[in-house]
Structures are given as structure tokens and as C-alpha cells.
């Protein structure tokens, strides 16, 4: 990488600061919404008067609404998003603690996609017009309109009930036993998210095979294999990334509904628990958190499409 | 001469569209031996491009086939291979270069591995001596620096530099033949001179024998050894270079060298040949270029004229061919 | 997802059978809807109708669906269910639409600090996971159909407003813009009288595809228990009532599962048949 590649990767996250910056404003603005009285909403259960005065303070709730902002930001640079009304504790750290079953699920559901996706994509396109090319036409069609929850349910009608594969729901303690848990609700993931990737991937090695480089990979003599595994995939995974960032804000949705069918202890189901225990401030902060995580790895996927595609301009 | 190391004959390339065929090449035949350079000369659409794809069987759309009697090179017979059989060949023994060096250069992949790649293909090397040959490559083609060129992206060459790339990838299977399609159209005047140098070096060191696809007789006169015209997607003229350029016989050639802008320097406007060639699915019965021709006769309109040895070395399909240079 | 680019795809998908996918997608919807309006003659059960007798039935020639843990009729839920989720699906497209035709119209139009502002607002709104969003204001306002329609509005009118303001900031410059605005016709005629119409085509399209996601949408915010409430009969909510009972009662949720399906494939081949024809058109 050149020095200009890395001062790229090092000046980018600076212009994301607006954006999040608007996250914290649409957060405020959702918090401000709750009915109620904003300090009792903060603490939870713990409003006695006196801590009822000290919350007034700290956010300035007395000052205009924009001083309240103000407050408001400085307390969540500080790690601050007021307390769990369900388990007395700060949000910020709860949510924290929830993040690495969503992470490993969204993980996991983009790493078997690709391997469901990569191999359909190539036989749909090697046989375009075919039994085969139609049949997995029909595969994404019908992908693009399963709802997650009852995917799901059927796999575990047929893994865990029928064959006893897998868990029904839950999380393990150890690697082994989380990854074990953790097979059908990426699969459940997967298989929608392959649907997408399978449209796209295939019109792109369909517009790749037609490349003028490919035609002069196969004058020196190269192998239709060769050409595909050394020039025609890697040429249609940039597209593909950038698809993979764009659907991230779906992905993440997935995962609400998928932690929540298998009891997965992650964001998604604090956040759905959250909402049925009005805890408020722990959904605002989930929210807030997952979409920084969405520009987060939107910005991710842009610099690794200026590693993987050497073309790409660099201001 | 001995036995050339290309020999073509009747190579045809035909389209199949609906119900029905289009020929698109007819019937070529040519020899092309150790060391010489062709020309092949034509308007865009004659079949020149289709003709050379046809003759590395790597024809750009599913319709089109390859028909002929034979096309021998280095004791196989192009026709009879099957695709696996083909593929061996393709790269080490017919090269082919193209015109627009951007588009033909994978552009996620360093141009040292481009070139690595078809010498560790076809010569077996490991993956460091197919980078040192290829450096070695890459300074033979004239690109300075190379060891630290070998490593970037083609979007890092200039145009110029990158059909220099294009053509070390080519060389780097160390083919006997290469064809080269339009090298360089898309390049500017100063830079296509280099690039003629550049080929014309290479022949005289690998003893390499090339086909020069060009619409340019300028670019043709320059390099070639011999000179092959097609029109319509027939060949109508195939002789030496000195022969072609002083005395062409077919009505076409002269008429082609003299819209050429260097045979008319004082000319207020230029010379063209009026007209323009027949759709290649509504052909005449007789000579393709009849409708042209100033030296037309009846007998033209009815039967196609066949490509005739008419002095040693010089072939000619006209039924009125010119007897001195130049048109009357 | 992004549907947009989902559109885009499907219409670099050419099959050149638009005709057929259209045809079998607006069968497969008219046919949901017929099943919808007459709901009260083709079901053979009433849906809240329990029968302690036959609680958890496997699907049989008189309960074709089998019975839920009430013993209620499936077949009869998932039928008058259609009047739910196609409500759903109708009204969730229609606001967002409508929201998003009129802020994405006024700021293409308007321009510059207007449209800068809404700009930066759309990607804010877009930098949320779309679900998450909805949920969070679904908390402020509380579980039911009308917060599912006012959080759809509040999320979805930026892929509309996108669409919209695009076009109207082609059209600005078209020849008839300046005509009609020489023609001394107020601004409000101009944009909603002139440019508005010939710019909806798009997301009239795209609303199709869109329906798919809507559909989706509310039977997993039902799913969830925060859409529809019971015993109302929507096919999310039944789907997670069967949950309980996957491992003795399959057809439960099964069945109500496979309508969502349906449906949502009807509208997805209903958008890839339009897009396709006219995809082959211009």
C-alpha cells in the first residue's frame, strides 16, 4: 500500500463524524420522544427525588432543548446512556457485553452465504439458459421472499426435531458449543442473503466472461477453470462487496428477528426484550449502536475494496 | 522457400443466424513464413479481425463456426484439434496482441503476473523463475525499470506502455507466430512508431513471425514483409510488400494506396473510393467489389473471380486486373 | 435491503419471459386478494371460533390446515389472515410513498439548502439497519398496527424521496419546465401540476418490489408480538403462536408461513415482469 492508500484509510473516518453525528441527533430525538418524565425514563427504577434532582442536572433537562443535546452528547462520549430499567445497570455496557453472539451470527451468516452464493453463481452462469441456471433463478426468487422467522423454524423442524442436529435455541459456554448453536441461524440467514448475492454475482461473471481480458487470458492459452478462479472471480467480487456493505442494515435486521427465534443472548434480542419491558434507554442504545456499527462497516467495506481493486481513485 | 511455418487454406468463418449461414471470411488462404511479417489490409467489416480470431478458434460470439481445409502450424492441423488440444497451442505457438491494451489487461491483476502466467503455462517454470523472465520480458518489450514495473497494476502504465505490457504478456508464452490486431490504432503517432520499432526488433531477435492486422497501409508499409488485401471477406490481393505498393493489380489496393494521404500531398480533397461494400447476407453473384470498380465489365457482374497466382509470388482475384501502377 | 438495487439486478436478469412472470405474479396476487374479499363465504370456520374438543388436530379432510392449541381452523386463520397482511402490505407501501413523493418532489425543486438538508437526512435515516429503526420508534409509540404504519412511514420514505428528487432534478432542466414556468404557472402548479407525474413512473414500479419488503416487514414485527395482536389472525402472528408447538403441531406455523411466501413471490414476480417488459420496451 502506498502512503496515499494509507492516509486514505486514516482521513476517511473523519468525514463518517457527520453522519454519526446525525445518529446522535435521531437518537436524542427518540429518547426525547418517550413518554413520560425524561429523568424517570433515565433512571429506571431507581427515582427517588433526590436522584430524580441529580439526573436533572446531568442532562440539563431545565435548559433549552438544545443546551438538553448538548448534555446529552457530552454524557455519551462519556459512555453514558442512562440505566437498565430491567437490569440496573448503564445501557452502554450491557449492550456491550451483548455484542459477540451478533457478531459471531452475522459473521458466520456472511461467510456460509458467500460459500452458498459463490458456487450457484458460477453454475448458473456457466449454464445460463439452462434447467440449472433456471432452477436456481427459481432458488433466489423464492429467497427473496421467505420470511426469516419461519426459514428458521423450518430448518429446525428439519435439523433439530426431525434429524437432532443442532440445538433448537440458546448459546453455548464453549467455542466449540457456541459454533455448534450457532449452524442454523446462520444457515437461516445465509440462504436469504445468497439469494441476493447470487443475482448479482452471476450477472456479473456473466458480464466479466465477456471481458476483453478474459478473451486475452484465453489467447496465451489458460483453462476455462483458471480463467475463471484467476480472473473472471476476482473481477466480480468488488461488486459484490460493495452489495454485501449495502445489505449490512438488512443483515443486522435479520439478525434482530434470528436472535429472537433462537434465544440467541445477542443485541437484537435485548433489543426486541427491551421494547416488551419498556426499557427504553436500552433500545435507543441498541439502535444508536447498530447503526454506527452499519457506517462502520459500510466504511470497512470501502477500504477494502481500495485493497482489493487497485483502480480506485484515491482524493 | 521451404515449407512455411503457417500454412492456411480455405479458411472460412460462418455466422448461423435463424435458418440460415452468412459467410463472413471465404475461403482464405495464405502461407506465412519463418520470420515474415503480413500485412493484412482492409476497410473496417472486411473480415480481416474475424479471419485471425477464426484462426486461433477463439470466435467472439456462440453463432459463429470455423470451416476450412486446412490450417498447419508446426505439424498440427488447427482444424482437426479439439478445444484441449487448441488451448495448447493458443499462447505458445500463436500469440495474438489486440488493439485496445486497457480493456485487454486484467486490471485486478500486476503485469508481472500476467506474464508469469503464461510462462509458467506453457514452459513449466516455478513461480520465481517465471517472475525473473518475466523482468526479462518486460525489458525486451523496452518498459525501463522493469523489476520494479513488474509489480504494478495496468491503470499504473501510460497507453503506450501498457500495449508494450500487452505485448510482453504475449511474448512470455514465447510464441513462433503473432498475430497483432490493430496494435496500434488506439495509440498516438509518436508512440505507434515505437511500438512498429518494437515489433519489427523482436522479429529480427526471436525470429518471430507475425500477422499484422491493420486498416492503415501506412503502418502496413512500414513493417510488412508482404501484404495481404481483403475486402468483403475475401482476400483479393496477397503479394511482396515492394510489388503491392509499386504495381498493385487489383483495382481495390489501388484505389486503397491512393486514398492514402501520403500518395496524394498536394490534394485539396481527398480521394475515396465511392460507394460502399456489399452487406456480407445480400451478396452479388459475381466480384464483390463490381459496384465500385472503374474497371468493371459484364463478366465481372456474373462470376466471382478466383484468387490466381498471377506472377511468382503475387495472388490476384480480378478479372481486369491493371497492367501498370496506379489507377489510369 | 436495498431493494433498489435488487430492482436493478432483476432487470439485468433477462430471461425474456416478462410476460409469463408478470402474468403469474398478478395471478398469484388477484388470486390472495379474491381469497381476501371473500373471506366470509370460502372460509369454512370462523377464525376465533375455539373448540376444546379438537385442539392441536393434524390436518384432516375437515381441517385441511389441522387445528391450533385453541383448536381453531388453520385453513380458516390463514384465509381471513390475507385481509390482514395484504392491508399491511397496502397501506405500508402507500405511506411511505406519498411521504416520500412529497419531501423528495419540494426538495429536488426547491434545491439548494432545502435539498442539502434532506440530502444529509436520507443518509442518516439510511445509516440506521432498517428493522432497528422501526422497532425503536415502534417502543416510543407502543405494539400495534397503526405504530407499524407510522414507524413504516417514518423509515421507508427514503428510498421514494431518493427516486423522486432524482428525477425532478432532471426535469427541472427539461424544456417543459421552463415552458410551463414561462407560461407564468405558479411554482406549486408546475411541480405537482407538470413535473410530478412524468417523474412517478419509477417508484410506481418500485413500489411493487417494495411490497415484498413491506410484506416481510410486518409479519416480522408481528412475529415479534408488536404488530398485530391476538387473536386477530395475521400469518406472523400465527407463525409465532405455532412456535410452541413445533415439535408436536408442524402445520401450526407451517402453513400461515407458506402463505407469506406465496404472497411475497407473487409481488416479487409481479415487479420482475414489469420491469422486464418494460426493461425490453425502452
Not at chain 1, 47 to 65: H, M, N, V, Y
Not at chain 2, 143 to 160: A, K, L, T
Not at chain 3, 66 to 94: E, H, K, P, Y
Not at chain 3, 265 to 278: I, K, N
Amino acid at each position: 500500500m502506498s502512503l496515499a492508500r494509507y492516509r486514505f484509510v486514516l482521513i476517511r473516518p473523519l468525514q463518517l463524524l457527520p453522519v454519526l453525528l446525525g445518529i446522535s441527533i435521531i437518537t436524542f430525538v427518540l429518547v426525547r420522544s418517550i413518554p413520560g418524565d425524561p429523568a424517570r425514563v433515565l433512571l429506571g427504577a431507581r427515582s427517588t427525588p433526590d436522584a430524580i434532582q441529580k439526573i436533572r442536572a446531568q442532562f440539563g433537562l431545565d435548559e433549552p432543548i438544545w443546551v438538553q443535546y448538548l448534555y446529552f452528547l457530552k454524557n455519551l462520549l462519556n459512555g453514558d446512556l442512562g440505566k437498565s430499567l430491567l437490569y440496573k445497570v448503564d445501557a452502554l455496557p450491557l449492550i456491550a457485553s451483548r455484542i459477540e453472539p451478533t457478531l459471531m451470527l452475522v459473521l458466520g451468516s456472511v461467510a456460509l452465504a458467500l460459500l452458498i452464493a459463490v458456487p450457484l453463481a458460477i453454475l448458473a452462469a456457466r449454464s445460463k439458459g439452462g434447467w440449472a441456471d433456471n432452477l436456481i433463478r427459481l432458488f433466489t426468487t423464492a429467497g427473496l421472499g421467505l420470511p426469516a422467522f419461519w426459514l428458521g423454524l423450518m430448518l429446525i423442524l428439519l435439523f433439530s426435531v426431525h434429524w437432532g442436529l443442532f440445538p433448537v435455541s440458546g448459546y453455548g459456554r464453549t467455542w466449540a458449543d457456541k459454533l455448534h448453536h450457532l449452524v442454523l441461524p446462520c444457515l437461516t440467514i445465509a440462504l436469504a442473503l445468497s439469494a441476493v448475492l447470487v443475482r448479482n454475482l452471476r450477472a456479473s461473471i456473466l458480464l466479466e466472461m465477456q471481458a476483453d481480458h478474459v478473451t486475452a487470458a484465453r489467447a496465451r492459452g489458460l483453462g476455462e477453470g483458471a480463467i475463471l478462479r484467476r480472473h473472471v472471480l476476482p473481477n466480480s467480487m468488488v461488486p459484490t462487496i460493495n452489495l454485501l456493505a449495502v445489505n449490512i442494515g438488512w443483515l443486522i435486521s435479520g439478525t434482530v428477528v434470528i436472535e429472537s427465534l433462537f434465544s440467541l443472548p445477542g443485541v437484537g434480542q435485548l433489543l426486541v426484550r427491551g421494547i416488551f419491558t419498556r426499557d427504553y434507554m436500552v433500545v435507543q442504545g441498541v439502535a444508536m449502536v447498530l447503526a454506527c456499527a452499519t457506517v462502520a462497516v459500510n466504511f470497512l467495506a470501502d477500504v477494502a475494496t481500495t485493497v482489493l481493486d487497485p483502480r480506485v481513485k484515491i482524493q | 522457400m521451404t515449407t512455411p511455418l503457417l500454412q492456411v487454406r480455405g479458411l472460412s468463418v460462418i455466422a448461423r443466424t435463424g435458418q440460415r449461414d452468412i459467410t463472413l471470411v471465404d475461403r482464405l488462404s495464405f502461407d506465412l513464413g519463418e520470420g515474415e511479417i503480413l500485412g493484412l489490409v482492409g476497410e473496417s467489416g472486411s473480415g480481416k479481425t474475424l479471419a485471425c480470431r477464426g484462426l486461433m478458434r477463439l470466435l467472439p460470439a456462440p453463432n459463429l463456426r470455423v470451416e476450412g481445409q486446412s490450417v498447419r502450424l508446426a505439424g498440427h492441423d488447427l482444424l482437426q484439434l479439439d478445444e484441449a488440444g487448441m488451448r495448447r497451442l493458443r499462447g505458445r505457438e500463436l500469440g495474438m496482441i489486440f488493439q485496445n491494451p486497457s480493456s485487454h489487461l486484467d486490471p485486478l491483476m500486476r503485469i508481472g503476473e500476467q506474464i508469469a502466467e503464461g510462462i509458467r503455462l506453457h514452459q513449466g517454470a516455478s513461480r520465481r523463475e517465471a517472475r525473473a523472465e518475466a523482468i526479462e520480458v518486460l525489458r525486451q518489450v523496452g518498459i525501463p525499470d522493469p523489476q520494479s514495473r513488474v509489480d504494478n497494476y495496468p491503470h499504473e502504465f501510460s497507453g503506450g506502455m501498457r500495449q508494450r505490457a500487452m505485448i510482453a504478456v504475449a511474448l512470455g508464452c514465447n510464441p513462433r507466430v503473432l498475430i497483432a490486431d490493430e496494435p496500434t490504432t488506439a495509440l498516438d503517432v509518436t508512440v505507434q512508431a515505437q511500438i512498429l520499432r518494437l515489433l519489427l526488433e523482436l522479429r529480427d531477435r526471436r525470429g518471430l513471425s507475425m500477422i499484422l492486422i491493420s486498416h492503415d497501409l501506412g503502418v502496413v508499409a512500414q513493417t510488412c514483409d508482404s501484404i495481404a488485401v481483403m475486402y468483403a471477406g475475401r482476400l483479393c490481393e496477397h503479394g511482396a510488400k515492394h510489388e503491392m505498393l509499386a504495381r498493385p493489380r487489383h483495382p481495390y489496393s489501388a484505389g486503397l494506396l491512393a486514398c492514402h494521404p501520403a500518395a496524394q500531398p498536394e490534394a485539396v480533397r481527398m480521394t475515396t473510393i465511392a460507394g460502399q461494400p456489399p452487406l456480407l447476407d445480400d451478396l452479388p453473384a459475381g466480384c464483390r467489389f463490381e459496384s465500385r470498380c472503374p474497371q468493371a465489365m459484364p463478366l465481372c457482374r456474373q462470376q466471382l473471380p478466383e484468387l490466381l497466382e498471377a506472377s511468382p509470388g503475387h495472388r490476384l482475384a480480378c478479372h481486369t486486373p491493371l497492367l501498370a501502377g496506379g489507377l489510369s | 435491503m436495498s431493494a433498489t438495487f435488487a430492482l436493478r439486478v432483476r432487470l439485468a436478469w433477462n430471461l425474456g419471459n416478462g410476460r409469463l412472470t408478470l402474468y403469474c405474479g398478478l395471478a398469484i396476487v388477484l388470486g390472495w386478494c379474491l381469497l381476501a374479499l371473500c373471506a366470509p363465504w370460502v372460509a369454512p370456520f370462523d377464525p376465533l371460533l375455539q373448540n376444546g374438543d379438537l385442539r392441536l388436530a393434524e390436518p384432516s379432510l375437515a381441517h385441511p390446515f389441522g387445528t391450533d392449541n385453541f383448536g381453531r381452523d388453520v385453513l380458516s386463520r390463514v384465509i381471513w389472515g390475507a385481509r390482514v397482511d395484504l392491508q399491511m402490505a397496502l397501506i405500508g407501501v402507500i405511506f411511505p410513498f406519498l411521504l416520500g413523493t412529497c419531501i423528495g418532489a419540494v426538495s429536488g425543486y426547491v434545491g439548494v439548502w432545502l435539498d442539502n438538508a434532506c440530502m444529509r437526512l436520507i443518509d442518516i435515516v439510511l445509516a440506521f439497519p432498517f428493522l432497528v429503526l422501526m422497532l425503536a420508534i415502534m417502543a416510543i409509540l407502543g405494539p400495534g398496527l397503526g405504530s407499524f404504519y407510522i414507524a413504516m412511514a417514518l423509515v421507508g420514505w427514503v428510498s421514494y424521496a431518493r427516486l423522486i428528487r432524482s428525477q425532478i432534478l432532471v426535469l427541472k432542466q427539461s424544456d417543459f419546465a421552463l415552458a410551463a414556468r414561462s407560461l407564468g404557472f405558479s411554482h406549486r402548479r408546475t411541480l405537482f401540476g407538470h413535473l410530478l407525474p412524468n417523474a412517478l413512473f419509477g417508484s410506481v414500479v418500485f413500489c411493487m418490489s417494495d411490497a415484498v419488503l413491506v410484506l416481510l416487514n410486518g409479519a416480522a414485527v408481528s412475529y415479534l408480538g408488536l404488530g398485530v395482536q391476538p387473536p386477530t389472525p395475521e400469518w406472523g402472528t400465527m407463525v409465532a403462536e405455532g412456535q410452541s408447538f413445533i415439535t408436536s403441531a408442524w402445520w401450526i406455523c407451517t402453513f400461515p408461513g407458506l402463505a407469506v411466501v406465496t404472497l411475497a413471490m407473487g409481488f416479487s414476480l409481479l415487479a420482475d415482469g414489469v420491469a422486464e417488459r418494460l426493461g425490453d420496451r425502452s
